[in-house]
């Protein structure tokens, strides 16, 4: 588990990626995928 405070760095970090409103989705959900791949999960 993380921390409070970097569980509240992701937590904005995370808001602010899925806000479609500053990227499209496409890359809203290839920078989603990457992330996923970085930390190991199979897609």
């Known amino acids: 588990m993380l921390s409070a ?3 509240k760095a992701f ?3 995370y808001d602010a990626v899925r ?3 500053l990227l499209d989705r496409k890359t ?4 989603g995928l990457a992330a996923a791949l ?3 999960c199979a897609p």
């Not at 809203?28 to 920078?31: A, F, G, P, S, Y």
């Open 5 to 7: 405070k970097n569980g």
């Open 28 to 31: 809203t959900i290839l920078i």
């Open 38 to 40: 970085t930390s190991g």
């Open 19 to 21: 806000d479609e409103s």
């Open 11 to 13: 937590s904005g970090f």
